[in-house]
């Protein structure tokens, strides 16, 4: 049995949709963060005040806080029963508790300081005086940022939206406590691998995890390529 | 003619200094600015330059009002539109020696000029790693230049040049200045170099 037929026999008898699924989420969460993180890390890693300090410290909170905590918090603030969920719920008719809308949302929170670490760092590293030469020559501060800072950083933008992506498809805890585990809808693979031990069916968590090592290794490999060869700390 | 009365608080290891200056300027002077390190040289251009904030003065470029600590009016750099060389260069390492110059001018004809007086042409299409440090000083000033400033800013700009280079390009660049009316101040660690050169002069010292 060649390469092909043994693939299509795997694929035949795994039911594959968490796998999309998880690619879908952190698809969907490195666009919506890349939005997002770029004039976040921007605004950031200029001048610092205590403002600033408390806006980084809750954005890094995700890095030192057990999953866990963060979906348990993520669960009760979207609860249909309760302040925001309830809202959300009454005026928009949108539960994000246990949907893949509330998926993403959880991911973007959890991934943020992924994707601002590398590019606030960047930021700050670019000396000042390429910021006022472009001032002097009549451009504004937007225009600054996107002809001569953007494209200067575009390795650690490159970094931190791989490491995004990966980071979010090993999510585990919070897509937990804030999607459950329903097929098809909230059932990534992480969740696929631990149901499948759960159920003793050890040759579809082996697949699941197998296509998680193969993608992220991948990934981390290219975050290396990224910033020429050179073992860097992911959030530098 | 260009009134600067401003004061600005620097940086200091220990306890505070401040850099105080109330000159007047002819328009079309070339001056020479020196002192001792540390003493605000770099953020007197800054200052002018809108680049950093005194705060207390007034800077006035002939009837136009670009700073006036009293009355609240500060211009944007950007509208003050001085050409600044910076000591560092503040080259964009993404952008080729062409792509900096049509940065700041979208005139070929003033930018084929350019780099014919920065004696570039060869290099259009080389990015600011492929070039030597006086390339890069070079190109430095020619892209202060392409905006056609009517003050220029210039930070230690021949420091990387040799005696011969410098000597030329110092004649060019007078040729140019005289045709565009342009009032430039220099800031050097070694003022000997712009004898002959400059017709003003400011010390600054601690």
């Known amino acids: 049995m060649g390469f092909k037929p043994i693939a299509i026999f795997i694929f035949d008898l795994m039911d594959l949709t968490p796998i999309w699924l998880t690619l879908k989420l952190a698809a969907i969460t490195t666009l919506v963060l890349l939005i997002i993180g770029l004039p976040l890390a921007y605004w950031l890693s200029k001048r610092r005040s205590i403002f600033k300090i408390v806006i980084e410290a809750l954005i890094t909170m995700p890095l030192v806080l057990p999953p866990s905590v963060l979906g348990f918090y993520l669960l009760l603030a979207f609860s249909p029963r309760h302040g925001i969920g309830q809202w959300l719920h009454d005026n928009f008719d949108l539960q994000l508790v246990f949907s893949f809308k509330g998926l993403v949302l959880a991911s973007v929170i959890y991934s943020l300081p992924f994707m601002i670490g590398p590019i606030k760092s960047a930021l700050q590293q670019l000396p000042k005086s390429f910021s006022e030469a472009s001032y002097t020559l009549g451009y504004t501060e937007w225009q600054t940022f996107v002809n001569v800072l953007l494209p200067n950083i575009k390795a650690s933008v490159w970094t931190a939206a791989i490491l995004t992506f990966a980071h979010t498809l090993g999510e585990f805890g919070v897509v937990l406590m804030i999607g459950g585990n329903i097929p098809g809808v909230t059932r990534v693979a992480s969740i696929a691998v631990y149901d499948s031990v759960e159920n003793l069916d050890y040759h579809s968590a082996n697949i699941y995890s197998l296509i998680l090592f193969s993608i992220t290794f991948v990934m981390v490999i290219a975050v290396f390529v990224f910033n020429k060869y050179k073992a860097k700390s992911p959030l530098e | ?206």
């Open chain 2, 1 to 206: 003619m260009i009134a600067i009365d401003i004061e600005k608080k620097l940086k200091a290891y220990r306890g505070q200094q401040v850099l105080k200056i109330d000159r007047q300027f002819p328009l079309g002077s070339i001056t020479k600015i020196y002192g001792p390190s540390g003493t605000g040289k770099t953020t007197f251009l800054k200052a002018i330059a809108g680049l950093v904030q005194p705060e207390k003065g007034k800077i006035q470029f002939g009837d136009t009002v670009w700073l006036n600590t009293e009355t609240r009016i500060s211009l944007s750099p950007q509208k003050r539109k001085v050409g600044f060389v910076f000591q560092d260069y503040a080259l964009f390492p993404n952008m080729t020696v062409l792509e900096h110059l049509q940065y700041a001018s979208p005139n070929d004809s003033w930018i084929a000029r350019l780099l014919r007086v920065g004696k570039l042409e060869t290099f259009t299409d080389h990015k600011p790693e492929y070039l030597s440090g006086g390339q890069q000083q070079r190109l430095a000033i020619l892209r202060a230049l392409a905006i056609k400033p009517k003050l220029l800013l210039m930070d230690e700009p021949f420091s990387a040049l040799d005696p011969e280079m410098r000597t030329t390009l110092i004649k060019e660049l007078r040729a140019v200045w005289n045709e565009q009316g342009t009032t430039v101040m220099i800031v050097s660690h070694n003022p000997q170099e712009l004898d002959g050169f400059t017709n003003q002069e400011l010390y600054i010292e601690s």
